[in-house]
């Protein structure tokens, strides 16, 4: 299942990339009103722009010509119209500029691209080092930040220009993921030597919590998201297992310190975190909410989903 939440615009996006036959949704979490896409079944939600109503839906892979292809197209939700479409390559994410005119584009042994949606023109491009998923922009700079897979180094690319720059990262290892909290203009960094770092703006760090030293808790974190909740003031990250818990568990950061708050154990059939909801409550699969003060698991019963969802 795929989640994109917008807390500003009290929307949640949902996809489910392992049934072709179930049409992507918006819930408006206010108005406790459903709106699907029934003429894109099996298609993704990738990302979203809050300021233009932009989203990005992207389908499974399909035949195209010689090889492997996804219709990726870009809809202005409010009227459904199509302003972008493109079908050349199998496409994994995109990204929106700050003003929503231009989206980065991901794409199997593709350069990642800019493109103009008002033209359709490849606009700049850069190395297929990163993956999207792992980056983050940082709207006060109007600079995205992309940990590069095999190296000790972000990139760095501007928002305005497009141009990329390699940045070297005084960390002594390598970021799998890096996430920016606008309102605290803080970084979030997750190492593959198991560790969540806490930066400030220039990067300096503030504080830092080594997931291999929490004792029977001691699970590796590598490649868990980093969720942060709607009131900025606690993060969460996941462990698939843990020393003494092979359902894993969910560790619940203060923001200021890093210190843990809450450590959430897993269990059978419970369901892992699919995704950030609104408050201090997170996505289960399938369709649960947790919340991250109390642990407390209870099923999402409104609004009525669309089979595929429940």
Same mark, same amino acid.
Request: with cysteine; charged share 20%; glycine share 8%.
């Given at each position: 299942?795929n989640?994109?939440?917008?807390?500003?615009?009290?929307q949640?996006?949902?996809?489910?990339?392992?049934e072709e036959?179930?049409?992507?949704l918006?819930?408006h979490?206010d108005?406790?009103? +459903?709106?699907?896409?029934q003429?894109?079944?099996?298609? =993704?939600?990738i990302a979203?722009?809050?300021?233009?109503?932009?989203?990005?839906?992207n389908?499974?892979?399909?035949?195209?010509?010689?090889?492997l292809?996804?219709?990726l197209?870009?809809?202005?939700?409010?009227?459904?119209e199509?302003v972008?479409?493109?079908?050349? %390559?199998? &496409?994994?994410?995109?990204v929106?500029?700050a003003?929503?005119?231009? +989206?980065?584009?991901?794409a199997?042994n593709?350069k990642? *691209?800019?493109v103009?949606?008002s033209?359709?023109e490849i606009? *700049?491009?850069l190395?297929p080092?990163?993956r999207?998923?792992?980056?983050?922009f940082?709207? %006060?700079?109007?600079?995205? &930040?992309?940990p590069?897979?095999?190296k000790?180094?972000w990139? =760095?690319?501007?928002g305005?220009?497009?141009?990329?720059?390699?940045?070297?990262?005084? &960390?002594? !290892?390598?970021a !799998?993921k890096?996430?920016y909290v606008e309102?605290?203009?803080?970084? #979030?960094?997750?190492?593959e030597?198991?560790i969540?770092?806490c930066?400030d703006?220039?990067?300096?760090i503030?504080?830092?919590?080594?997931?291999s030293?929490m004792g029977?808790?001691?699970?590796v974190?590598f490649?868990?998201?980093?969720?942060v909740?709607?009131? =900025?003031e606690?993060i969460?990250i996941?462990a698939?297992?843990t020393e003494?818990?092979?359902w894993?568990?969910?560790?619940?950061?203060d923001?200021?310190?890093?210190?843990?708050? %809450?450590?959430i154990?897993?269990?059978?059939m419970?369901?892992?975190? *699919?995704?950030s &909801?609104?408050?201090?409550?997170?996505? +289960? !699969?399938?369709?649960?909410?947790?919340? #991250?003060?109390?642990?407390?698991?209870?099923a999402?019963? +409104?609004?009525?989903?669309?089979?595929g969802?429940k």
């Open positions: 299942m989640v994109i939440t917008d807390n500003k615009g009290r949640l996006f949902l996809s489910r990339d392992d036959n179930v049409a992507p918006v819930y979490i108005e406790k009103r +459903l709106q699907a896409w003429q894109y079944p099996g298609y =993704q939600v979203w722009h809050a300021g233009t109503g932009l989203l990005v839906l389908s499974a892979w399909i035949q195209g010509g010689r090889k292809v996804t219709n197209i870009v809809m202005r939700v409010a009227t459904q199509v972008y479409s493109t079908n050349r %390559h199998m &496409y994994y994410n995109a929106f500029n003003g929503g005119s231009h +989206l980065l584009l991901e199997y593709q990642l *691209a800019w103009d949606l033209t359709g606009v *700049a491009e190395k080092e990163v999207l998923y792992n980056g983050t940082n709207p %006060h700079q109007n600079l995205f &930040y992309f590069l897979e095999n000790k180094s990139l =760095q690319v501007d305005a220009t497009f141009a990329g720059t390699l940045i070297k990262t005084p &960390y002594p !290892h390598r !799998h890096v996430t309102a605290l203009q803080r970084y #979030l960094l997750l190492t030597g198991n969540l770092i930066c703006g220039e990067l300096k503030l504080w830092q919590r080594n997931f030293e029977d808790d001691t699970g974190v490649g868990s998201d980093i969720l909740t709607e009131d =900025q606690r969460c996941s698939s297992a003494s818990n092979r894993g568990a969910d560790f619940v950061l923001m200021n310190t890093g210190e843990p708050r %809450h450590i154990q897993g269990y059978h419970r369901g892992r975190i *699919a995704g &909801y609104f408050g201090r409550q997170v996505l +289960l !699969h399938p369709m649960k909410l947790m919340d #991250l003060d109390t642990g407390e698991v209870e999402w019963t +409104l609004p009525e989903f669309l089979p969802f």
